[in-house]
């Protein structure tokens, strides 16, 4: 594509206007996948305000129109990853004080034919070209967001490792680290961080592995440098930091299944019409939205039904929750 010479200038500019360090990110995605074309279905970035500078192009199947987006300082502050500190606001913190997600190798393994461990800029490199999509974001808290996350499909994963017959869910694993992370060092959470998928939910086109967001390489505190993105199910099955894709035949245990199976089931699909055993997900506080403005009604699936309900045709959701 002749945008190239656009995507210096863009840079440039970006130079000039932007705090040094999201420049530095800015320029490192270049370097590591500016090799990915858009494809003619894609939005090109450069036409898009917050774009300057990003090699991905938007999926305007994903564009989300008339959601606010909700704001990156917010993304980016406001977080859930008990690694780093229960707090909202710890893991901004506590996961940028010497914490390296670079170089990072990632595993593919289980029952596929074509297992391998690798770093995961290469897996990057292999599996783009980095696209971006805007996706609600509902935590089992009852609030939500909307993030603007650059990666690719997980199926593209999926295939690349083709899991054999046998294989019928994915098990997702974070990093174990604890030499540099302290809660780890600790008994009260069953780690690493585990989650998983059926293999059916996996091949889903919404099923999504971010390596980014807001057009930069994703901080640590939003589970750099990849992480697991599922946007019809509760926040907590989006894995991050993942360290571990693993193909098998039975359902895997989770961390959050372990900890309190009445509560937070294998499934965890957004629904507005099963309690959490505490409280209503029948609406959701929406971060960033004012301290005036009220809940917002919960969707089905998280708005996504139209796109995943044939996967849970017949089941019982209340069971299967
Ligand atoms: N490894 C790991 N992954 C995790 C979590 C965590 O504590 N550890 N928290 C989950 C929860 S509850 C949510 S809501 C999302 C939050 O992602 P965000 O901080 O990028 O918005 O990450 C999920 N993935
Ligand atoms: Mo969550």
Redesign the pocket.
């Known amino acids: 594509m002749s945008d190239h010479c656009i995507r210096d200038r863009d840079l440039a500019a970006v130079a000039a206007a932007t705090p040094e360090p999201y420049y530095l990110r800015r320029r490192e995605f270049l370097r590591l996948f500016g090799l990915g074309v858009a494809a003619s279905a894609f939005l090109p970035l450069t036409s898009q305000a917050a774009s300057t500078g990003f090699p991905d192009a938007l999926n305007a199947g994903y564009k989300l129109d008339g959601v606010k987006i909700t704001p990156e300082d917010l993304?980016t502050s406001y977080?859930?990853?008990?690694?780093w500190g229960q707090a909202k606001d710890q893991?901004k913190e506590l996961a940028n004080r010497g914490w390296k997600t670079r170089p990072w190798s990632i595993e593919i393994g289980g029952l596929c034919a074509n297992p391998r461990k690798m770093d995961v800029d290469e897996l990057i490199q292999l599996l783009g070209p980095i696209e971006r999509r805007n996706y609600r974001?509902r935590?089992?808290e009852a609030w939500s967001?909307v993030?603007p996350w650059d990666g690719f499909p997980l199926a593209k994963l999926v295939d690349l490792a083709q899991p054999k017959g046998e294989a019928k869910y994915v098990r997702f694993a974070?990093f174990f680290d604890s030499a540099n992370c302290r809660a780890q060092r600790s008994n009260d959470f069953p780690w690493p961080?585990t989650e998983g998928l059926t293999i059916e939910e996996s091949r889903h086109e919404l099923a999504f592995l971010a390596v980014g967001l807001y057009g930069k390489p994703l901080p640590n505190?939003?589970?750099a440098p990849i992480?697991l993105v599922v946007p019809w199910k509760y926040?907590?099955k989006?894995?991050?930091?993942l360290a571990k894709i693993e193909f098998v035949a039975e359902q895997p245990k989770t961390l959050w299944n372990q900890l309190a199976p009445n509560e937070y089931g294998f499934y965890a699909n957004v629904n507005p019409n099963v309690d959490h055993p505490r409280w209503s997900q029948k609406s959701e506080r929406v971060i960033g939205a004012g301290f005036f403005s009220g809940k917002q009604a919960t969707l089905m699936f998280n708005g996504y039904e139209k796109q995943v309900g044939h996967l849970y045709a017949g089941m019982d959701l209340r069971k299967n929750f």
């Open positions: 993304v977080n859930n990853f008990n690694e893991p974001h935590c089992v967001m993030i974070s961080y505190q939003n589970g992480r926040g907590f989006s894995a991050k930091s």
